[in-house]
């Protein structure tokens, strides 16, 4: 037949690939990846090691089988892919601190207490939380009922006994004097400004320790002529009580004791003997 001008001949179509060359095409090509699961997809954030905190799939090295939505798996770094997303750190968050209360007992040196309240507990690891309560030392020196308290309270305001010889020559002088008495105590707190005491009529102060007996002589005119007793003496107070005491010429110098007995006959030693003011 004749061929028409201007018209190429077809060509015939290619011949189809070998088996084997569709067999190795198909090993080339990159696995289907499967479904990765995860923390998500399950719901699943568990605190510390759980094994049955587990899912299936990815983790973060690029393998792909058993994984952790637990907190250990961020050590064991078989975490799933998605756990940090999933189960996010979340710290404790308090609310601010209350008002302090009143003291817990009137009377008596207790406490005064404040108080916060937790807004979010702490999750997945996140930083936990703070104290919820505070105290603090606290004396109340009146009673519920409106009436001051005992004398056993007021501060005990004390010096030397050295000075108590001179007043004793001014009361007999006077002829005032009054049969006294002494009372024991056993130190339990002192501050730092008693060490501090750099004149020479506050020298004694640095001979005072924790956990010393001291003996305290009340005498005229720090005897109160109608109830008897010096202000500060802890007649009143209950066993084991903690009643304060303030030295004399320096404000820096005080702290804590507990009364022990009291003497009606005075022979309290030279060393640790003291006067009430």
């Known amino acids: 037949m004749p061929r028409c001008p201007g018209r190429a001949a077809a060509l015939p179509p290619p011949p189809p690939p070998p ?37 299936t799939g990815w983790r973060p090295d690029g393998s792909y089988g058993p994984c952790y939505c637990d907190q250990a798996c961020e050590h064991t770094l078989d975490c799933c892919h998605d756990y940090s997303q999933a189960c996010p750190v979340i710290p404790c968050v308090v609310s601010q601190w209350s008002a302090w209360s009143g003291c817990a007992e009137p009377c008596k ?23 919820l309560e505070e105290r603090a030392g606290c004396v109340e020196y009146w009673t519920e009922q409106g009436t001051e308290c005992k004398q056993s309270l007021i501060p005990a305001f004390i010096t030397t006994g050295g000075f108590g010889k001179a007043r004793k020559k001014r009361a007999a002088t006077d002829g005032r004097e009054r049969v006294g008495y002494c009372v024991e105590f056993q130190l339990v ?27 305290v002589e009340c005498q005229h005119p720090a005897l109160d002529s109608e109830s008897l007793h010096c202000y500060g003496d802890g007649s009143g107070s209950q066993r084991n009580q903690l009643l304060h005491w303030q030295a004399v ?29």
């Open 19 to 55: 088996p084997a060359l569709l067999l190795l095409l198909l090993l080339l090509l990159p696995a289907p990846r499967p479904a990765a699961a995860g923390c998500a997809a399950l719901g699943l954030c568990c605190p510390g090691r759980t094994p049955s905190c587990r899912s």
């Open 189 to 215: 707190a002192i501050t730092q400004g008693c060490l501090h005491s750099h004149h020479s009529y506050t020298h004694w102060m640095q001979y005072l320790r924790e956990g010393h007996t001291v003996c």
């Open 109 to 131: 040196t207790t406490y005064r207490v404040r108080r916060r309240h937790i807004i979010q507990e702490p999750r997945n690891g996140g930083e936990a939380c703070p104290a």
């Open 249 to 277: 010429g320096n404000p820096r110098c005080s702290g804590t004791w507990k009364r022990i007995r009291q003497l009606d006959t005075c022979s309290c030693p030279s060393v640790h003997s003291f006067l009430f003011i």
